[in-house]
């Protein structure tokens, strides 16, 4: 497949922006609520006092702190529809060390990927959960580099 060229990648972005212009728009129109930043009152009348509450925030706030749960359940059926001997423990294999991952990966985090998922599940009745995993194996550290301790438990 040849790459494609400038007026592919143009048309295509064009293409998207159109199908996704409406869901945009209703998006800033959300965000004005959420961030307290909405119209109080009509034009010509915008010197008047304006108080915005928080609610709309404070409702996603809620409902993704205390209702949605901050780890995913991982489960793994198994593959064949033959049964093989050791082929459930391999099932249970995968969704421990998936949930070890999952664990050790959002410790790392300033953010809970899956709480921030469910914000926007909530917010925009969207949400995207990127997962990625690295093939490259820690360097072992010398002990004269900075932050060695660092390094050394990463490795």
């Known amino acids: ?6 007026g592919v990648i143009t048309g295509d972005r064009t293409e998207l922006e159109l199908a996704l212009s409406a869901t945009h728009a209703q ?10 930043t909405y119209r109080v009152w009509p034009k010509g009348l915008e010197d008047r006092h304006t108080e915005r509450t928080n609610r709309a925030r404070s409702i996603v706030d809620h409902a993704s702190d205390n209702i949605l749960p901050y780890k995913p359940r991982f489960v793994r059926d198994e593959i064949d ?3 093989e001997a050791g082929q459930t423990e391999d099932a249970d294999d995968v969704e421990v060390a998936s949930d070890a991952l999952w664990t050790d990966a959002t410790q790392a985090e300033m953010e809970l990927p899956a709480k921030t ?3 926007y599940m909530i917010k925009y009745n969207y949400g995207v959960l990127e997962t990625g995993f690295s093939t490259k194996m820690p360097e072992k550290p010398n002990e004269d580099e900075p932050q060695y301790d660092a390094k050394s438990r990463a490795y």
């Open 1 to 6: 497949m040849p790459a494609p060229d400038i």
């Open 27 to 36: 998006w800033v129109e959300i965000d004005s609520f959420t961030n307290g």
């Open 81 to 83: 529809k033959v049964k």
């Open 117 to 119: 998922a469910g914000r």
